[in-house]
């Protein structure tokens, strides 16, 4: 992956997880900081080597419905730490790396913007558990509880104006006009970004792209 090296990323997590059965890994960011592109790849990596086995769980699929936003006058707001099933993520967290049995969850489609229940699974054979998401190291409660549930933690460190042109280039590939992009990604986007960036417990791991 462009930017981050992925080989000493691996040898650290290797070196850290020692001969721990199953090893759940933090990877954490703001909005468009590439935390879904560096967790397939280094997943890729990982499966890579001997006998491992790792996958990816998006904290995404626990956004709260539209529906349910619209109740609490929080459609404005998704993406937010409010518009979270934050009980539902923790309760996941904590059965990770815990359950002789295979664990499902849900994920979050852009393109439909929903989550569609039980589409995700972890293995009792999955041996290295990347969990990434935006809020996973932020430092207000109730999420700050969340650190203790990680065995290794990473945060990626991404410039504002590069997450501003990346955060507006998303709503333009969801067909929005320039001006929707723009309106969309400094409303709503970017204070969720800079609440990352400047809310966020110290990570095990920092990924700087400058």
């Not at 404005?76 to 996941?92: I, M, Q, S, V, Y």
């Not at 439909?112 to 972890?122: P, R, S, T």
């Not at 109730?142 to 203790?148: E, H, I, N, T, V």
């Amino acid at each position: 992956m462009a930017g981050f090296d992925l080989e000493s990323i691996v040898a650290n997590l290797l070196k850290a997880r020692e001969d721990q059965r199953q090893y759940v890994v933090a990877i954490a960011g703001p909005p468009a900081s590439g935390k879904s592109t560096l967790s397939k790849a280094l997943s890729n990596h990982l499966n890579g080597i001997n006998d491992l086995r790792s996958v990816v769980v998006p904290m995404d699929g626990f956004h709260l419905d539209n529906d349910r936003l619209d109740d609490l006058s929080l459609r404005h707001r998704k993406g937010a730490p409010e518009t979270f099933d934050f009980n539902g993520f923790a309760t996941l967290l904590r059965r990770l790396g815990r359950s002789s049995q295979a664990i499902y969850y849900p994920t979050f489609d852009r393109v439909l913007d929903k989550a569609i229940a039980g589409k995700g699974v972890v293995y009792p054979e999955d041996q290295v558990i990347l969990v990434e998401g935006n809020y996973l190291l932020l430092d207000v409660q109730p999420w700050s509880q969340l650190k203790a549930l990680f065995d290794h933690s990473i945060f990626i460190n991404i410039p504002i104006d590069v997450l501003r042109s990346r955060l507006i280039q998303r709503w333009l590939d969801l067909d929005h006009t320039p001006e929707e992009a723009k309106a969309r990604a400094l409303s709503n986007d970017i204070p969720n970004a800079a609440l990352v960036c400047d809310g966020s417990i110290k990570a095990d791991q920092l990924m700087s792209l400058d």
